[in-house]
């Protein structure tokens, strides 16, 4: 083809494409609004009357990469919702819960979150999983004035996070990791040995739980041996493996993530590292533990605020009502039941103050006491911080389903968090 | 022309909510305009552009997280990320593309590029913020001394984002309209009989992979202050990923294409991911398939072979 | 202090799973110029074969038989559906091959679910070898790597159909002239690339865990094994890129931090691919 031929066609195409070319784009994008805007949720009554139902908005991650812990997160939620509906609702108004799929993606978060509460004109937000998304969906949130209940273990919050955490519209339902490492150092250090081997997936929750477990040990009379922080997604843990091994720990301390630390388990298991290291963990809760399978998880000691196995009448009517709802399969995990938490207090503080505009559940909620599945729950004032038991459980051998799957050796019913590194007051002590 | 006004009137009568959501496509559109110059007039895939999109999102991060300066943030970064991710698309395009590396092989490298930015941006939390991310605030249109408006209003960012995506297309367009262009579609007709004719090919796919950098860079950099938040998934695999499914469904072989595509499969995402969210990946990877097999220049191309007697490239 | 035992074996253990994991993509790329971005999706699907046939009671041993032949039936689809039409148009044939990877992921997660799945370790202690207690799986794995290299040998040297499909690689229209059914050999050789992922698949397992995004992690690696040791030795190729990648990684991982160690591993891959773009055992 000639170079004269080339350009010939090109303007001829180009200028063809130029006549319909901003109309396409036009009808195209129209149309694309037209879709976009009749999308999902409810165009229901917003506010207003006594039958007008208090809307939700749930950002559960139901695919990607922390699909595992997804379907609890949302269950939780939904049956807290349910159990208020039957019990005359929320001054006499129905919850109608929206969830939608984070997908994992933040830049999903960000749209899901600007979709609930500007089309859906939820009242309140529960959810998002990992600190990335709630860091997300807060700019949102913060914006249109909206509460969010995040009920994942963190790693706690620090005002350069701003509006991710240290904000008064947020609530945090989850444990810290002072709430959830801290209360079992004494016991672990002084049974197990004092020399640590810590290793996490490279990124903040991992090295600030690392800081905070290092200087707790370190006061004990501790020392932290090893520290090493793996990129998330490796699958081959030869080198880490190999250095603990040819370390002289005691106890092998566990942040890694997601699937990784399932090969980390399972690599671990396969060199006999079970037979001389304690293998103790604050991140592998009753899915990953499922994920690792009897023979590579057991022995493994974890601490949460909640586990599926845990003995109180409130927990075993929870757990059974999720059956109920679920499947016999069906398990309840820490952000599960965080989340039903949040329901449930959700509830308590609107009717309590009788409405649900976001001052009244700020102030409904500030300092509110409750009893959780897991045990008594207050709701800190100054930095909106769920003050939670704590539990040390450990890995039942060949265990087959989740009630058999932990042994609860120890519990305290209430541990205060570390006060957070905010800038105060946050919250109605304006 | 009719087009363009339906575009500018949308504001006045979609919510803050769709306007928000129209913003959020243009950039995608500018995005994929980025992958549509070099890959459909190029004939160079590149499997991240992600990793450009990212180091715009962050630059313009970075650029608040300077604050207090003198001068509008925003500003700044719009001028810097351009440079950098084009120069970053340069460098990378002078060191593969003067090796005469394989197409596929490019593929290959562009993609591990994503996934390294990404782990990058997780482990130096110091730098990148880690995987918890960095928060951004909405950008001010301002004039020193004059005015300066915070772009909270989305119907503003609406007309910001679209001029970004217009603009970009312009730039596009003349750049294809132009000698340079007719070379580039050259090289990918032909790329041997081209370099014979005492072209340096390398070259051209240099600057044309440097242009897609930098309109990739501005994309990000908006989108960084539109969605107020970046974190190392805007840089990462899957989203560069996305990208070329967004214009290989539009029509890569058209510019028009890169974008309509990019703005349908977003809006379409949209929608159905509320309504039947894992089936929709599956449809999106049939359609991907379908695509490429039989449909080489995508939905906008189709409508107009379908349409247009003329216009055959 | 490093332990020169922990070292090598490391680097043993790395390499023989990368080869392992890569060949099936090498001979793909290697002897079809496809590239075939559905392999860390065919890697999953064995993965889950085995976990399928573990936790119906039946060994692993079983699972790396059957494994191998569903993913070959996946490949079998894949490559008469679509591949079939491609094969001159490379960049269509990845993006094809991309499409499949997505909706393989989607259809494993219709059936199997989202969450994680286990596959049991056959062995549960290691074994003492000079002074370090190495895993007895891993000592597997390195013979199967081994043993599959054998096999791909003797198949492409020996066999009938290996002299076909090197007679079709060296110039398919002499070969076509000469009565050997190109089209055939092709579709031969994917599912036989197809096979080897699954069998990776079902090989890892037991060390990984199974989840929708297993195969992932491998696929970007092996792509850097087949790209650094180029298409012209499979064998020769395979092995060189698998240990050049598997062991600076693992190399560097005793020395520094894993992601370092990482994204040297890819800029090092990159600068080779730079020096040698055809790759260490250059084509023809």
Same mark, same amino acid.
């Given at each position: 083809m000639s170079r004269q031929r080339v350009s010939e066609l090109n303007e001829e195409s180009t200028k063809s494409v130029s006549r319909r070319n901003y109309l396409q784009i036009g009808v195209a994008t129209a149309g694309a609004f037209g879709l976009a805007g009749c999308s999902g949720g409810s165009s229901g009554v917003s506010g207003?009357? +006594?039958?007008s139902p208090v809307k939700v908005g749930v950002l559960s991650?139901? +695919?990607?990469?922390?699909t595992v812990y997804g379907r609890a997160h949302k269950r939780g939620f939904e049956l807290a919702a349910q159990e208020i509906n039957a019990n005359d609702g929320i001054n006499g108004r129905n919850i109608e819960v929206t969830v939608e799929d984070t997908k994992t993606d933040p830049k999903t978060v960000t749209e899901k979150t600007q979709k609930v509460i500007?089309?859906?004109? $939820?009242?309140i937000i529960a959810g998002t999983f990992s600190s990335a998304s709630r860091n997300a969906a807060a700019p949102v949130a913060t914006q249109e004035d909206t509460p969010l209940l995040y009920p994942t273990f963190y790693e706690g919050q620090d005002q350069e996070n701003f509006p991710g955490t240290c904000n008064d519209l947020s609530f945090m339902f989850g444990p810290v990791p002072s709430q959830q490492a801290g209360p079992w150092m004494e016991r672990m250090t002084s049974e197990h040995g004092n020399k640590f081997y810590m290793i996490g997936s490279d990124y903040v929750w991992p090295q600030v739980t690392n800081r905070r477990v290092k200087s707790s040990l370190e006061s004990l009379g501790?020392? $932290? $041996?090893g520290e090493e922080y793996i990129p998330l997604?490796? +699958?081959?843990f030869g080198s880490p493996l190999s250095r603990i091994s040819n370390s002289d720990a005691d106890i092998v301390f566990g942040t890694l993530t997601g699937t990784d630390t399932i090969a980390f388990a399972k690599q671990f298991y396969n060199r006999g590292l079970q037979n001389e290291y304690t293998y103790w963990t604050v991140d592998d809760e009753e899915f990953a533990t499922d994920g690792k399978g009897p023979q590579a998880s057991e022995g493994t000691y974890v601490s949460f605020?909640?586990? !599926?196995?845990?003995?109180?009448e409130m927990n075993s009517t929870f757990v059974q009502k999720v059956k109920d709802k679920y499947g016999s399969d069906a398990g309840m995990n820490t952000v599960g039941a965080a989340m039903y938490n949040a329901g449930k207090m959700f509830a308590k503080a609107a009717n309590r103050i009788g409405g649900v505009a976001t001052d009244d559940v700020i102030e409904g909620l500030e300092g509110l006491s409750h009893t959780g599945p897991q045990g008594p729950v207050k709701m800190r004032?100054?930095? !909106?911080q769920l003050v939670l038991p704590s539990y040390l459980v450990r890995v039942n051998e060949g265990w087959s389903n989740f009630e058999n799957m932990f042994e609860i050796l120890d519990s305290k019913e209430s541990v205060t968090p570390q006060m957070s590194n905010c800038d105060f007051p946050i919250g109605t002590g304006q | 022309m009719v087009g363009t006004i339906i575009l500018f009137l949308l504001p006045l009568v979609a919510s803050p909510y769709l306007s928000f959501l129209a913003a959020q496509y243009y950039l995608f559109g500018l995005l994929g305009i980025s992958l549509g110059i070099m890959w459909g007039y190029g004939g160079i895939l590149s499997f991240g552009q992600a990793a450009f999109f990212g180091l715009g999102a962050y630059i313009m991060a970075w650029s608040f997280g300077l604050?207090?300066?003198?001068?509008?943030p925003a500003y700044i970064a719009l001028m810097i990320a351009p440079l950098a991710t084009g120069l970053t698309a340069g460098l990378l395009g002078l060191v593969l593309f003067y090796s005469d590396v394989k197409d596929v092989y490019f593929v290959i490298i562009t993609l591990a590029l994503s996934v390294i930015l990404e782990q990058l941006a997780v482990s130096a939390s110091d730098i *990148?913020?880690?995987?918890?991310g960095i928060y951004v605030p909405r950008m001010a249109l301002s004039i020193p001394g004059l005015f300066s408006i915070k772009l909270i209003n989305d119907r503003l960012f609406y007309y910001v984002a679209l001029l970004a995506m217009l603009g970009g297309y312009v730039v596009c367009y003349r750049v294809v309209n132009s000698p340079f262009g007719e070379r580039l579609i050259a090289i990918r007709e032909n790329e041997r009989r081209t370099k014979s004719l005492g072209y340096d090919t390398a070259w051209y796919k240099t600057q044309a992979f440097a242009l897609s950098g930098s309109l990739a860079g501005i994309a990000g950099a908006l989108y960084a202050t539109l969605s107020q938040f970046v974190s190392p998934p805007l840089t990462g695999f899957v989203l560069s990923t996305e990208v070329v499914i967004w214009v290989a469904v539009g029509g890569r072989t058209l510019l028009l294409g890169a974008a309509v595509g990019s703005i349908l499969v977003n809006a379409a995402s949209t929608v159905l991911s509320s309504v039947i969210a894992s089936q929709y990946i599956m449809i999106l990877g049939i359609l991907f398939i379908i695509v490429v097999v039989? *449909?080489?220049?995508g939905i906008v191309g189709y409508i107009i072979d379908r349409y247009d007697i003329k216009g055959k490239l | 202090m490093l332990d020169i035992v922990a070292v090598i074996s490391q680097i043993i253990f790395a390499t023989s799973v990368l080869i392992i994991a890569a060949l099936g993509l090498g001979i793909t790329f290697g002897m079809m110029g496809v590239i075939n971005l559905a392999h860390g999706a065919l890697i999953t699907v064995g993965a889950y074969t085995a976990f399928a046939i573990t936790n119906a009671g039946l060994s692993l041993w079983v699972a790396f038989i059957i494994a191998p032949v569903v993913v070959a039936l996946v490949g079998l689809i894949m490559e008469i559906s679509v591949i079939s039409r491609l094969y001159d148009r490379p960049l269509d044939t990845l993006l094809a091959t991309w499409g499949f990877a997505l909706v393989i992921q989607e259809v494993i997660k219709v059936i199997f679910g989202t969450s994680a799945r286990s596959v049991p370790n056959p062995y549960s202690d290691p074994v003492v070898v000079l002074g370090s207690s190495l895993p007895k799986y891993r000592l597997f794995l390195t013979g199967l790597s081994i043993g599959v290299i054998l096999v791909t040998y003797i198949g492409f040297q020996y066999t009938s159909f290996g002299l076909r499909s090197r007679a079709v690689i060296q110039d398919d229209q002499m070969a076509n002239m000469l009565g050997t059914n190109v089209n055939r050999v092709y579709r031969a050789t994917f599912m036989i690339g197809a096979a080897l992922a699954g069998l990776a698949g079902a090989a890892v397992a037991p060390i990984v865990g199974v989840d929708p995004r297993t195969g992932i992690g491998y696929l970007v690696q092996s792509f850097f094994v087949v790209i650094v040791g180029g298409t012209g030795q499979l064998l020769a190729g395979t092995l060189s890129g698998s240990g050049l990648i598997g062991g600076s990684a693992a190399l560097l991982s005793f020395e520094s931090s894993q992601t370092f160690a990482q994204t040297i591993v890819f800029v090092f891959a990159i600068i080779v691919i730079r020096l040698r773009p055809q790759g260490i055992f250059r084509g023809q």
């Open positions: 207003g009357g +006594s039958d991650p139901l +695919s990607g990469a922390w500007r089309q859906d004109n $939820v009242d501790g020392e $932290v $041996v997604g490796t +699958s081959d605020d909640y586990f !599926h196995t845990i003995e109180n004032k100054k930095d !909106h | 604050s207090p300066l003198p001068i509008n *990148f913020g880690g995987f918890n039989a *449909f080489r220049r | -």
